[in-house]
């Protein structure tokens, strides 16, 4: 009996610490960087609104070039959606919709990722001129992560391992574009 009992303390307590520890942790994340890119900020808006360009920069879609991918919609329209299905298990599957453009300025978009990890991502990259021939851009990701599985988020740092991808990702972008004409 007292044996019992010694178990079902140690289970609720190592319940009551999950639950103390995602009470506590982040439920969200926001991770963003910028780079400046040496071209007229239409130049870059026009580039970037199209999804399927990202074939040529961002870091997650060059992962797997072989991935099977479904287009749904005019690319560089709201509503155009790109889903991905991959055997590469970092690039996993999932689908990327615009949701929102505001023309030369910002573009909005979500991320659904169903394996290997299910999640949303919320993702914007928006366009500022700083003159005539430069252009700054921002890109932004972030997620929600419920608990109890945001504790992964006490122990593992996003902003530093998306950061770096995402800025990654910002240099390919910056080199695809300063290369055109």
Do not use: C
């Given at each position: 009996?007292?044996?019992?009992?010694t178990?079902?303390?140690?289970?609720?307590g190592?319940?009551?610490?999950?639950?103390?520890?995602?009470?506590?942790?982040?439920?969200?994340?926001?991770i963003q960087?910028?780079?400046?890119?040496?071209?007229?900020v239409?130049?870059?808006?026009?580039?970037?609104?199209?999804?399927?360009?990202?074939?040529?920069?961002?870091?997650?879609?060059?992962?797997d070039p072989?991935?099977?991918?479904?287009?749904?919609?005019?690319?560089?329209?709201?509503?155009?959606?790109?889903a991905?299905?991959?055997?590469?298990k970092?690039?996993?599957?999932?689908?990327?919709?615009?949701?929102?453009?505001?023309?030369?300025k910002r573009?909005?978009?979500?991320?659904?990722?169903?394996?290997?990890?299910?999640?949303?991502?919320?993702?914007?990259?928006?366009?500022?001129?700083?003159?005539n021939?430069?252009?700054?851009?921002?890109?932004?990701?972030?997620?929600?992560?419920?608990?109890?599985?945001?504790?992964?988020?006490l122990?593992?740092?996003?902003?530093?391992?998306?950061?770096?991808?995402?800025?990654?990702?910002l240099?390919?972008?910056?080199?695809v574009?300063e290369?055109?004409?």
């Open positions: 009996m007292d044996t019992l009992l178990i079902i303390g140690i289970i609720a190592i319940v009551l610490a999950v639950l103390a520890l995602s009470l506590i942790a982040a439920k969200s994340y926001t960087r910028k780079i400046v890119i040496n071209r007229p239409m130049q870059v808006f026009n580039y970037i609104k199209y999804l399927r360009n990202q074939d040529n920069y961002s870091k997650w879609v060059m992962l072989n991935k099977r991918i479904t287009d749904i919609g005019a690319d560089g329209t709201v509503g155009f959606n790109s991905w299905d991959s055997d590469v970092q690039v996993g599957k999932g689908n990327h919709t615009i949701t929102n453009i505001i023309e030369g573009l909005d978009t979500r991320v659904v990722f169903i394996k290997p990890f299910a999640g949303v991502a919320d993702v914007y990259m928006a366009t500022q001129a700083i003159s021939d430069v252009t700054e851009v921002t890109w932004s990701f972030s997620s929600k992560m419920p608990m109890p599985m945001n504790i992964m988020l122990f593992i740092n996003m902003e530093k391992m998306l950061g770096r991808d995402i800025e990654e990702s240099n390919n972008l910056k080199t574009l290369k055109q004409a």
